[in-house]
């Protein structure tokens, strides 16, 4: 079993609510994890998913190894039949097959590199690894998504909710460079697995996510209408899928604001962090009472464990 | 409890006595630490600290995070209110509230940048953690403290002292690099607790410590003077405090000498280490049998143990 | 005890059946390293050394400290007597003895710079950490040996071999980058330790290795001629040993294919990984049944959990 997108999950409201169980005692399965080593590979930068991966994995009794492969390991090649006569020094092929035999699971970090949207959307750097390594992989956030996040923040959800069918906006919001699609990727793809919630994403127009992902996700142009009545906004900057890896918008009109907020129902306001304050979200809405990305952050443990619990008790 | 600065200790013959018992059986407390996690970020090079805090924590059984906040997290924001659209991507008050949530106590090392004095000797990096986070902090050199080392220092004392009354000189000594003015800061700070000894500090003029911290400590501009019958030799640079972070000086007359330590009562060398050799110190006085650098070092494990024990005692 | 070079080991053919046996049940002496403590300190990149020593200790029990000592410590001064007035910020004197106090065992590894031949030879960093660390050292590669790779190739022989006797060769291959000599040397070193080998080195005219190290071995300088009827073919680049450090020959006629391959006895095919495909071997080799190089990798954990077993137990 790997975990690399959010859709590998068979049951979503049966996960959030086992990961609800484990915020209540994680150190139940301490014994589940017991001679088992999870194997971290970060190609990018991490905090969260580096600190909170790793307490799940300490939490479930677990040995960690912790590695930046970039900078501590060797360059690697993912082309079949390259000839590696320039940059990269070690192939996939190896690099998964070797690491797999000092790990029992293995999860991987690396980021979209905004240049090559077919190379990126292939999902090169997890996709070789799922290929080639011959023990489960989890995503900790790949070129198109990131699974880890989205299953927190449908923790957060649960535990925040406060209606049957709450009214959930996905919002774009400016940001000075280009990151990648992943998160709200992730967050679209867990809202479709959603029952009862009503979805609508904002952005502006030319900065819409992938339609293959999106497929028949509510697409609202406008905002403030988008806000209207909401019970949780999902605030994250995308650059460019179309001009792909552009920053061809930065409008500031998009920050969110409280006058924004006061448009919602009370609306929680959510966020995956790191945040750029003042040009994502202004202070005033992410210090509310209303906002949770502190409670989403802390969830990550829990989003992590109940995914390796669930490879533990399959290996 | 937060272990900030020296100050922060009750009484400093009592954790001096306490470490010097732990010393003797390093793991007696070992169960103390179950299941507790320490994490430690660092903003700068370590090797002491980073190894000596480590092995502190793996003997009371703590499990240890380490992560280099720079090169594999997201770049800081400390001030309130401001619009991140430019260098940092996190702002410190998300930062610390979330590993705040990963960690039962966070450990910190964060330079001087030796440019802004109002900015360093605001203690901003480790006030802003100290501000947002709501688990302990240990500070593992801070732009102004290393309380840590002080502590080290105080049990190396202790445990090399031969008389009642020592007499202890702190000695600046020349450096090719601006250095911060933590360990001389935190060095003095420490001796002003100490009941039983004679104190005096020597250094070029136009060299004083910020005389918020020396307060009215002895200062001596003959070196040799100084020296005279010393039983400690504390030597360390610093940069200029008044003519902020500069290298006004480099007077190779201050490096300590076989000759200049002759004028001492057999005194003991130290130095907080990493040190550069017949640059602050000939070889033939760090070769010395006087010489209790590498049990200063020693000591950090166990002035690190002190701190983690009395503050998981009270978690 | 240490383990520097692969001749510290008494007898080969005991510690190569200790490592089969260990292999079969890995976590029987996850005793013997309770409540002892691993530095492994990173001067280079690594991906193999670095995730199975580390899992090796892990299976002992061990407590595991990693440093990147470049990026995260301070750089060392090896020389005695000198000014340390530019680079260097801590002499090896400090430091080896200083991490001594934090560990029980120091696993170093620091490559060739390439550059200066007697530097190199002389084994400069780990012979400094030999002479000033109070601790057990282990050579996770030093610039002249790489005596943990070397092990674990033996024990890979061992398990393929089909005859009394088998045919071992050496082969040089080409590498656009200058690689150090240390992989070879140890093979070598291996080898001479080796009662019924044939063994025969082959590479370009000019390219030999150190005579001090090859002594009496059969170099043939006909590749085709060497890999007649070979059992393993053991294939490495590495950088000119007379023209110091220097690629002098890229000839892709070295390359292994599987018209090479043919010639031999259905040998292995042999790399201590990462390797160049298409430039060191091609494809058709490295991903046939006769590539045992992943094998080789797994056999790192044993190789290091054997070498570090001996050591705990005479501590």
């Given at each position: ?18 990961a609800?169980?484990?915020?209540k ?28 991966t790793?307490k ?87 070129a ?157 443990t829990?989003?992590?464990?109940i ?9």
């Open positions: 079993m790997n975990y690399i997108s959010i859709q590998d999950i068979d049951s979503l409201s049966k996960w959030v609510k086992s609800i169980k484990i915020k005692n994680p150190l139940k399965n301490k014994k589940l994890g017991k001679n088992k080593t999870l194997v971290m590979l970060f190609f990018n930068s991490s905090l969260r998913t580096r600190l909170s790793q799940a994995a300490i939490n479930l009794g677990m040995n960690v190894m912790v590695m930046n492969f970039g900078s501590e390991g060797w360059t690697l090649e993912f082309e079949d039949g390259a000839v590696m006569n320039s940059g990269a020094s070690e192939h996939i092929k190896e690099a998964a097959e070797v690491v797999s035999q000092y790990a029992d699971i293995i999860a991987i970090r690396a980021f979209a590199g905004l240049v090559d949207k077919e190379k990126d959307y292939a999902e090169t750097v997890i996709s070789g690894f799922l290929k080639h390594a011959t023990v489960p992989i989890v995503n900790m956030e790949s198109v998504r990131h699974p880890l996040q989205s299953l927190a923040d449908a923790i957060t959800m649960e535990e925040y909710k406060t209606k049957h069918k709450p009214k959930v906006v996905l919002s774009w919001a400016p940001h000075p460079r280009a990151l990648p699609q992943a998160v709200a990727n992730s967050f679209v793809e867990m809202m479709q697995m959603q029952k009862d919630m009503d979805f609508v994403i904002t952005h502006p127009e030319g900065y819409e996510l992938s339609p293959e992902i999106t497929k028949d996700c509510k697409i609202e142009y406008d905002q403030s209408k988008a806000f209207e009545n909401a019970d949780f906004v999902y605030v994250k900057n995308w650059s460019n899928f179309n001009d792909y890896g552009k920053v061809t918008n930065s409008d500031p009109n998009w920050t969110v604001t409280a006058e924004k907020m006061a448009l919602t129902n009370k609306g929680k306001f959510m966020h995956c962090l790191p945040v750029r304050r003042n040009v994502i979200v202004s202070d005033e809405v992410i210090d509310s009472e209303n906002s949770i990305v502190i409670e989403q952050a802390n969830n990550r829990y989003s992590a464990q995914v390796l619990q669930k490879i533990l008790k399959k290996l």
